[in-house]
């Protein structure tokens, strides 16, 4: 009886953590249906007097979102690509070969994890420079080629966790190290890279520094740049703020429902060892 009661209440829990987490989702989806005489008059009504899906054709008619998603996309691939493509490669070396000085070169890695991001800005944006980079979308993607200490750290701990004998019998077989983690560790893998990757478009999709830092030409914006772009320019606009709002995140949510099995997967299995 104890147990069950004590289930019941950390599903009772769990249940309103998730309403109030999905709540500004709620309300934000309610706005963006909204006349606008309605949010100027009564701005804290929940639901709508009626229902005007022409909010979400203005907004699209307002912001280039097309061109903006463009973007998005190319920063969010290229970025995934760079980072599961360098970190995986990383990530083995740390956890699967043998060297001197790998502990050491290890903990320094993880060390930078302390380092915030705006004290390699200016010197990242100098180079960029110099290199003719400035204003181009590759200043966002090429420095994910480079690894991150974060994701580097999810899959060694993942790859520790792959038994040795499968690489012994490989290298038996005439494999090469490089074929072994092409081969064998990847294929393996196969949930810590998902995992990886999902984090990785994430933090591409909303990333808002990067584009403002590097970016001046208006037809190179991301979306979450755009966003804030139409924000300051419609800022009494707020239906179609919200419409807005709800087409930005509405690739994300369906992406995650898309990819969450495997998504729930890597979360639950990386860095378990």
Known sequence: MTKRRFMSWRVALLITVSVLMMLPLVLMLLASVKPAEQLTSDPYSLLPIRIQLSNYQESL?????????????????????????????VAY???????????LMFAVMIGTMLLPWHVTMIPRFVLFSELGLYNHLAAIVLPTFLGDAFYIFLLRQFFLSIPEEISEAARLDGLSEFGIYWRM????????????????????WNDFSSPL?????????????????????YADQTHLLMAASVLFTLPM?????????SFTSGITVTGSK
């Open 61 to 89: 008619e307002t912001i280039p979102y097309v061109k903006y998603l463009a973007n998005s996309i190319v920063i969010c691939v290229g970025s995934v690509v760079g980072t599961v493509i360098s970190c995986s490669l």
């Open 93 to 103: 070396g740390f956890a699967r070969m043998q060297w001197r000085g790998r502990n």
């Open 185 to 204: 560790i990847l294929p393996l893998s196969k949930p810590a890279l998902v995992t990886v990757a999902m984090f990785q478009l994430v933090v591409s």
């Open 213 to 233: 830092l590097y970016l001046s030409d208006q037809n190179k914006f991301p979306l979450a740049y755009g966003l804030e772009q139409f924000v300051s320019s």
């Open 253 to 261: 949510v369906l992406l995650f429902f898309v990819a969450q099995k």
